[in-house]
């Protein structure tokens, strides 16, 4: 049984999307890099295969990022006092128009590739920059951490200032089909992702070029939804003909299908017909209460999402997010949730830490297949918690412990790493 592994220690995992499972001293039975089962007592097939034993370490399902911007890793935590609009002009984009120069690139995407590998993050969807060089060097990187993400050139050609903007549409839609044919059988565990940054930075040309570009490669698509109302009435003046913001992705062919959903970040305020055309397309939208907070964009009603039956994860979003950590988002989550129900709608009951871990692991490693639970048929991404640091001597169920590693994540160790069976740390 060369293709099987044990693993052994304090399981912790999504049973569904408002319940955990938890399993004292159990063994998680990994083959061919997939989750076989999680058992009490180990079956007498298993009998002669070593076993890793953690001990009394909490294992659970490893994290998926579902958003995030790699070239904003050296803004993250700076200009925190200005909304969407004026945060992208002053800070993003003139940070993004660096990464034209490869020697910066090199070193920020190395500290970028280094801070998530040794987080609680095991999948990410991540935007690059519209530089193709830079891209290239990133998607290099993160297929060397050995997580499973994808990356995408973003594409702008409009209201970026000088040094952000593409020539003129067709040039961005020349040079990401060259992009995307060198990149998409290139990697094992990293792809390409078609990104168009937001309407507000696309001519239609471009919007619905880069639709055809993903149809034709059988690729996703990443961008941004309804963050913030500024950017909203904008769209309302782009797009005149369009019902709403997400009515104009549609239009523009961006919102794809069940077997190749797009993501959108934030959907602050989606009203009901849009959700219900977000639900239809089957799109994910990526929470991140971190960033809807520092930029003053608003509190998303993710919980409302989640029980309505969308696909629905967390996303980290630096740099208008501060930290790469996960387990810091989870907790941002629950209290926007409890802030949403106290000073917006009473009807919203507030996200339960079971539905938050679940739209951490899960919610958005569905994006990817099935990943994120220890289910039979998951890919076995895992994480090793030592969070001994954080019990101070109390005796704890699982679930507790659980809780309290990612509200006090600062005090608890990744000791080790699985992704698809493989360790990486």
């Not at 970028?112 to 060097?137: C, N, P, Q």
């Not at 009515?247 to 849009?274: I, W």
Request: with cysteine.
């Amino acid at each position: 049984m060369s293709n099987v592994q044990i693993i052994k220690g304090q399981l912790v995992w999504s049973e569904s999307a408002n319940k955990l499972a938890a399993l004292e001293n159990g063994y998680l039975v990994i083959e061919d890099g997939k989750v076989k089962g999680t058992f009490s007592k180990l079956p007498e097939e298993y009998k002669g295969v070593s076993v890793t034993d953690f001990g009394n370490k909490l294992i659970i399902p490893g994290m998926t990022d579902l958003h995030t911007h790699a070239p904003q890793y050296g803004i993250r935590g700076l200009g925190m006092d200005a909304e969407l609009m004026d945060w992208l002009k002053k800070y993003t984009f003139p940070e993004e128009a660096k990464f034209s120069n490869e020697e910066y690139a090199d070193g920020m995407y190395d500290l970028f590739a280094s801070d998530i590998l040794y987080g609680w993050t095991t999948r990410a969807v991540i935007f690059a920059s519209l530089h193709t060089k830079a891209t290239e060097m990133l998607m290099d990187k993160l297929e060397a951490t050995g997580l499973v993400t994808m990356v995408g050139r973003v594409n702008m050609d409009r209201d970026g200032g000088e040094d952000l903007v593409e020539e003129d549409a067709k040039t961005a839609l020349k040079d990401t089909r060259k992009w995307i044919e060198e990149t998409k059988d290139r990697y094992k565990r990293t792809s390409p992702v078609v990104t168009p940054r937001f309407i507000p930075s696309c001519s239609d040309e471009l919007m619905e070029g880069l639709s055809k570009l993903a149809e034709e490669f059988g690729l996703r698509i990443q961008s941004h939804l309804c963050e913030n109302p500024g950017e909203i009435a904008l769209v309302r003046e782009l797009v005149p003909a369009a019902a709403g913001y997400t009515d104009a992705y549609r239009r523009f062919g961006s919102l794809q299908n069940e077997t190749h959903p797009s993501v959108m970040a934030h959907c602050v305020y989606l009203q009901d017909d849009e959700v219900e055309m977000l639900k239809e397309k089957g799109t994910f939208i990526a929470h991140c209460p971190g960033s809807n907070l520092n930029l003053a964009s608003g509190i998303a009603p993710a919980a409302k999402y989640l029980r309505a039956g969308l696909n629905i994860g967390i996303g980290t979003d630096i740099g208008a997010g501060e930290s790469l950590s996960m387990p810091s988002q989870l907790v941002l989550a629950l209290q926007s949730s409890n802030m949403y129900w106290r000073m917006k709608d009473k009807g919203v009951k507030p996200l339960s830490f079971a539905e938050t871990f679940y739209m951490a692991t899960v919610g958005g490693g569905s994006y990817f297949g099935k990943v994120g639970s220890f289910i039979n048929g998951f890919d076995a991404d895992l994480l090793v918690i030592d969070d001994s640091s954080a019990l101070a001597g109390q005796c704890l169920s699982l679930t507790e412990r659980l809780e309290r590693a990612v509200y006090l994540s600062e005090r608890c160790l990744v000791e080790a790493k699985y992704v698809m069976g493989r360790k990486i740390v």
